[in-house]
């Protein structure tokens, strides 16, 4: 693929939600101008941008693929990204580098939730939109129905620059406002005619509307159009772009992917009306204690954002890269602004699904591939030796799911540290941890599907095989009232024994205070040099096991007396001493489970709200209140049982068909009620 100046660039983002048509209109595109021979399909997993085994599985998009391809002189470089929610990190991914997000929207099912999403995310990031309204040949197709929800959900920015020609089965061409021409696909192809007279009235006054919403942006145009004469196409499609340019302005096209009818269309618009990356607003970022503009300049000195990495198991690692000033040419040396190292960029690439074509250079607002970087990961910048410009890193929502992770076998356990961190690399919405108090390694991900998947690549891409088991509760322990006891060490092994004596007092602390040890030893009943060691005993077994098994936290011990031999005390018997004093103290001081409260901020459409309060009730949540939320939303804050939300992200799914969203933290530790407690207990019992 030949260079392309930045002033012929299009960086388009298909976004939308699953089954509106994204990955369709991607291979339709590329057929239509001619990159491809034949229309894949996604049933059959023969489409361009849909290329991983787990993809053809399921028959959606899992990850975002770039499709570039020459339209009427522009290189438009096409970013398909996923529908579902669990794969939302690549939507954000793709906003941040994308200079158009083009919306598609099913004609029959209409606005969907992750539309909703994606919009709010395009919103925050200032990305100018567009919308093709898809399926227009499907049964139940509307687009009235369609744009009526898009105008009541996003704004009067919506505006329609077409009108389809034909309903469902009979949906055969489109009508350009614009021009005032109808395109008819009878033929496969277009053909330019008049407005059919059945619609020509409608068609008339909807474009009425769409020039009086345009020269109303421009007070010359206003002032002439108010004389009675009537802008060129040329001055509305200028006065529009800039408004797109602005994002005040979305407009709406048709068609039907599959058809492929009006796609070539879609392709004019986006080349005449989507901005070039010079022509966007240059980014103002941080380099060193100063801020600085980075224009879209290919005379400047180069300047890349890595936001995919692609883990490949023969290739290694192809990092995709928005080029945002300068221009890229193989054997460039850059420094990675976060690890301070260099990196070569040995060949320069474009990819075409998972298919790879060298390129000589590639200038500020292409996307290029490159393969092999030492210590480059998702969201860093690639800036020139000695400055430090550093990009801001993709914004991505938190996992909200985990699962506890082991390998199966000991070659797997050899291989899965690398293995996992190739695909943390690949993937920066998946998280891994390890709880010091369960001694388990969790996954988090986006929700089931998101993990399943994964585990799924770990075995194909890197032949590591997982074995998976639930989230164990961190409980700890606690006790609710004073108690004495003494502990007794006494050991004769032939020559020195072991010996020591304690005679500890427990007592409840404040929630969260810990643990504190007092030394209340008068008269030397216990060496001063052994009574560390009493309280290394205890500290080592709270951290290890109470009564119920779980560490014991808030306690105050004292150690007010105790006995030692001459000969046989050691620091090896009075920490065993206080480890068995403890105990025994524990016992008949009130053992109670304490469990762990987690602070829950749900987001949902006001007509959930009362299902999704009463669902919290249910859970044992404390409801702390709700307000109002941006978008006709309530957010609902509620303190609940970290055990009572494990899978919190697959029921809110379920309660709100989708449109729920929430975020957990840890807020404290509470007692349990004691016939919970025992449940919890016999639970564990049963597993072991």
């Not at 995310?121 to 939109?129: G, S």
């Not at 995919?308 to 221009?327: C, E, F, H, N, W």
Request: proline share 6%; with cysteine.
């Amino acid at each position: 693929m030949k260079v392309f100046p930045p002033d012929k660039i299009r960086n388009v983002a298909l976004v939308g939600h699953s089954g509106a048509g994204k990955t369709t209109l991607a291979e339709a595109l590329l057929y239509r101008a001619g990159t491809i021979p034949r229309l894949g399909k996604v049933e059959d997993g023969s489409t361009m941008t849909d290329f991983d085994p787990e993809e053809h599985a399921r028959g959606m998009s899992l990850s975002l693929a770039l499709a570039p391809f020459e339209w009427k002189g522009c290189k438009i470089n096409l970013l398909d990204t996923p529908g579902y929610a669990d794969f939302v990190g690549d939507v954000h991914a793709a906003m941040r580098v994308a200079d158009l997000a083009v919306f598609v929207v099913s004609a029959v099912e209409g606005v969907e939730v992750q539309t909703e999403y994606a919009w709010s995310v395009a919103e925050d990031l200032k990305v100018p939109r567009m919308i093709f309204i898809n399926k227009l040949d499907k049964e139940r197709a509307s687009f009235d129905r369609t744009l009526e929800q898009l105008q009541d959900r996003f704004g009067a920015g919506i505006a329609p620059i077409e009108l389809p020609i034909g309903e469902q089965a009979g949906f055969h061409g489109v009508a350009d406002l614009f021009r005032d021409k109808a395109y008819i696909y009878d033929s496969g192809s277009a053909v330019e005619a008049a407005i059919p007279e059945e619609m020509s009235e409608r068609e008339h006054e909807v474009r009425d509307a769409l020039i009086e919403g345009i020269v109303v942006a421009d007070d010359e145009m206003l002032e002439q159009y108010l004389e009675g004469d009537i802008p060129s196409v040329e001055q509305l499609e200028r006065t529009m772009a800039q408004g797109i340019a602005e994002a005040t302005v979305f407009p709406v096209v048709c068609g039907s992917a599959t058809g492929p009818i009006a796609v070539d269309r879609l392709a004019d618009f986006i080349t005449e009306l989507g901005p070039a990356p010079n022509k966007r607003p240059p980014m103002v970022v941080t380099a060193g204690d100063q801020t600085v503009e980075i224009p879209s300049d290919e005379t400047a000195d180069p300047l890349a954002f890595v936001f995919k990495t692609i883990a490949d198991p023969y290739v290694g690692q192809i990092s995709l890269m928005r080029i945002r000033s300068g221009t890229l040419k193989p054997e460039t040396v850059l420094t990675n602004s976060r690890s301070g190292s260099d990196e070569k960029l040995a060949k320069i690439a474009t990819m075409i699904g998972k298919e790879t074509e060298l390129v000589g250079a590639a200038p500020a607002g292409d996307i290029v591939a490159v393969a092999k970087l030492n210590d480059t990961a998702t969201g860093d910048t690639l800036a020139p030796k000695n400055k430090p410009v550093r990009l801001p890193r993709v914004d991505r929502p938190e996992p909200v799911l985990a699962t506890a992770v082991t390998a199966k076998t000991q070659a797997d356990e050899d291989k899965l540290a690398n293995a996992i961190r190739r695909i943390l690399a690949e993937d920066p919405a998946l998280r891994l941890e390890r709880n010091s108090e369960t001694k388990q390694t969790l996954l988090w991900g986006m929700g089931e599907t998101h993990l399943t998947i994964t585990l799924e690549r770990l075995e194909r891409k890197f032949g590591v095989a997982v074995e998976t088991s639930t989230v164990r509760v961190p409980y700890r322990e606690t006790i609710s009232r004073t108690a004495e006891a003494e502990g007794k060490y006494k050991k004769q092994t032939g020559g020195h024994g072991q010996y020591g004596v304690c005679f500890l007092r427990v007592s409840p602390l404040p929630r969260g205070e810990g643990f504190k040890f007092v030394d209340e030893i008068k008269g030397g009943s216990i060496p001063r040099q052994f009574i560390p060691a009493v309280e290394k005993g205890i500290a080592e077994t709270m951290a290890e096991s109470g009564v119920r098994g779980f560490p014991v936290v808030d306690v105050q011990v004292a150690v007010y007396d105790g006995k030692y031999h001459s000969v046989d005390s050691s620091e090896m018997s009075f920490k065993m001493a206080g480890r068995l004093g403890f105990k025994a103290a524990m016992e008949k001081a009130g053992p109670v489970l304490l469990e762990p409260i987690s602070r829950v901020v749900v987001t949902v459409p006001a007509e959930y709200q009362g299902d999704v309060m009463g669902d919290l009730s249910s859970r044992r949540g404390q409801l702390q209140g709700t307000e109002a939320a941006p978008g006709g939303k309530q957010q609902i804050t509620a303190l609940v049982p970290t055990s009572e939300i494990m899978s919190y992200a697959i029921d809110l799914r379920s309660i709100t068909q989708g449109w729920g969203r929430f975020k957990a933290e840890h807020d404290h530790y509470q007692e349990m009620p004691s016939n919970m407690a025992d449940q919890v207990v016999a639970s564990l019992k049963e597993d072991d």
